[in-house]
Nanobody, 115 residues
Framework: QVQLVESGGGLVQAGGSLRLSCVAS????????MGWYRQAPGKQRELVAT???????NYADSVRGRFTISRDNAKNAVYLQMNSLKPEDTAVYYC?????????WGKGTLVTVSS
Protein backbone atom coordinates (compact mmCIF):
# COMPACT_ATOMS: atom_id res chain seq x y z
CA GLN A 1 0.00 0.00 0.00
CA VAL A 2 1.08 3.52 -0.80
CA GLN A 3 -0.19 6.67 0.84
CA LEU A 4 0.00 10.12 -0.73
CA VAL A 5 -0.16 13.45 1.06
CA GLU A 6 -0.55 16.68 -0.87
CA SER A 7 0.14 20.19 0.33
CA GLY A 8 0.48 23.71 -1.02
CA GLY A 9 -3.05 24.51 -2.08
CA GLY A 10 -4.70 27.77 -1.17
CA LEU A 11 -6.18 31.03 -2.38
CA VAL A 12 -4.23 33.20 -4.79
CA GLN A 13 -4.97 36.09 -7.12
CA ALA A 14 -4.92 35.76 -10.89
CA GLY A 15 -1.38 36.00 -12.19
CA GLY A 16 0.07 34.62 -8.99
CA SER A 17 2.03 31.44 -8.34
CA LEU A 18 1.64 28.38 -6.19
CA ARG A 19 3.65 25.21 -5.68
CA LEU A 20 2.02 21.90 -4.87
CA SER A 21 3.86 19.05 -3.18
CA CYS A 22 3.05 15.37 -2.88
CA VAL A 23 4.97 12.92 -0.72
CA ALA A 24 4.49 9.16 -0.96
CA SER A 25 4.99 6.74 1.89
CA UNK A 26 4.33 3.10 2.71
CA UNK A 27 5.42 0.09 0.67
CA UNK A 28 7.39 1.93 -1.97
CA UNK A 29 9.56 0.00 -4.40
CA UNK A 30 9.23 1.72 -7.74
CA UNK A 31 7.05 4.68 -8.57
CA UNK A 32 7.21 4.52 -12.34
CA UNK A 33 4.97 7.50 -12.98
CA MET A 34 3.84 10.41 -10.86
CA GLY A 35 1.46 13.15 -11.76
CA TRP A 36 -1.30 15.59 -11.03
CA TYR A 37 -4.97 15.64 -11.96
CA ARG A 38 -7.57 18.25 -11.18
CA GLN A 39 -11.33 18.47 -10.98
CA ALA A 40 -13.30 21.69 -11.12
CA PRO A 41 -16.92 21.94 -9.91
CA GLY A 42 -19.30 20.40 -12.42
CA LYS A 43 -16.49 19.05 -14.60
CA GLN A 44 -14.72 15.74 -15.10
CA ARG A 45 -11.34 15.04 -13.60
CA GLU A 46 -8.59 15.85 -16.07
CA LEU A 47 -4.90 15.18 -16.39
CA VAL A 48 -2.70 18.17 -15.63
CA ALA A 49 0.83 16.79 -15.89
CA THR A 50 2.80 13.56 -15.50
CA UNK A 51 6.46 12.65 -15.14
CA UNK A 52 8.26 9.31 -15.27
CA UNK A 53 11.49 8.15 -13.63
CA UNK A 54 13.54 9.06 -16.69
CA UNK A 55 12.36 12.63 -16.42
CA UNK A 56 10.09 12.76 -19.43
CA UNK A 57 6.99 14.82 -18.76
CA ASN A 58 3.80 15.83 -20.49
CA TYR A 59 1.22 18.53 -19.89
CA ALA A 60 -2.35 19.36 -20.68
CA ASP A 61 -2.58 22.00 -23.38
CA SER A 62 -4.29 24.36 -20.96
CA VAL A 63 -1.29 24.49 -18.61
CA ARG A 64 1.68 23.98 -20.91
CA GLY A 65 4.12 26.85 -20.58
CA ARG A 66 2.71 27.91 -17.21
CA PHE A 67 3.08 24.79 -15.05
CA THR A 68 6.19 22.71 -14.41
CA ILE A 69 6.22 19.22 -12.94
CA SER A 70 9.27 17.73 -11.22
CA ARG A 71 10.11 14.82 -8.94
CA ASP A 72 12.62 13.92 -6.26
CA ASN A 73 13.01 10.16 -6.17
CA ALA A 74 15.10 10.24 -2.99
CA LYS A 75 12.18 11.88 -1.20
CA ASN A 76 9.45 9.99 -3.08
CA ALA A 77 7.98 13.35 -3.93
CA VAL A 78 6.47 15.09 -6.92
CA TYR A 79 5.91 18.81 -7.30
CA LEU A 80 3.85 21.10 -9.47
CA GLN A 81 5.00 24.69 -9.89
CA MET A 82 2.07 26.77 -11.12
CA ASN A 83 2.71 30.23 -12.53
CA SER A 84 0.48 32.82 -14.19
CA LEU A 85 -2.55 31.28 -12.55
CA LYS A 86 -5.97 31.93 -14.03
CA PRO A 87 -9.44 31.70 -12.48
CA GLU A 88 -10.11 28.65 -14.67
CA ASP A 89 -7.30 26.84 -12.86
CA THR A 90 -9.53 26.71 -9.78
CA ALA A 91 -10.01 23.06 -8.86
CA VAL A 92 -9.15 20.31 -6.44
CA TYR A 93 -5.75 18.98 -7.43
CA TYR A 94 -5.01 15.30 -6.87
CA CYS A 95 -1.64 13.60 -6.72
CA UNK A 96 -1.43 10.26 -8.51
CA UNK A 97 1.31 7.63 -8.75
CA UNK A 98 1.71 4.28 -10.46
CA UNK A 99 3.50 1.32 -8.92
CA UNK A 100 3.47 -2.03 -10.70
CA UNK A 101 0.36 -1.04 -12.59
CA UNK A 102 -1.58 0.00 -9.50
CA UNK A 103 -2.75 3.59 -9.18
CA UNK A 104 -2.74 5.46 -5.88
CA TRP A 105 -4.48 8.75 -5.20
CA GLY A 106 -4.12 11.51 -2.66
CA LYS A 107 -7.11 13.14 -1.02
CA GLY A 108 -6.60 16.35 -2.97
CA THR A 109 -5.74 19.96 -2.21
CA LEU A 110 -7.92 22.90 -3.20
CA VAL A 111 -6.55 25.67 -5.38
CA THR A 112 -8.68 28.78 -5.73
CA VAL A 113 -7.69 31.59 -8.09
CA SER A 114 -9.56 34.86 -7.72
CA SER A 115 -10.03 37.49 -10.44
Amino acid sequence: QVQLVESGGGLVQAGGSLRLSCVASGNIFRLSAMGWYRQAPGKQRELVATIIIGGSSNYADSVRGRFTISRDNAKNAVYLQMNSLKPEDTAVYYCNVDQWGTRYWGKGTLVTVSS
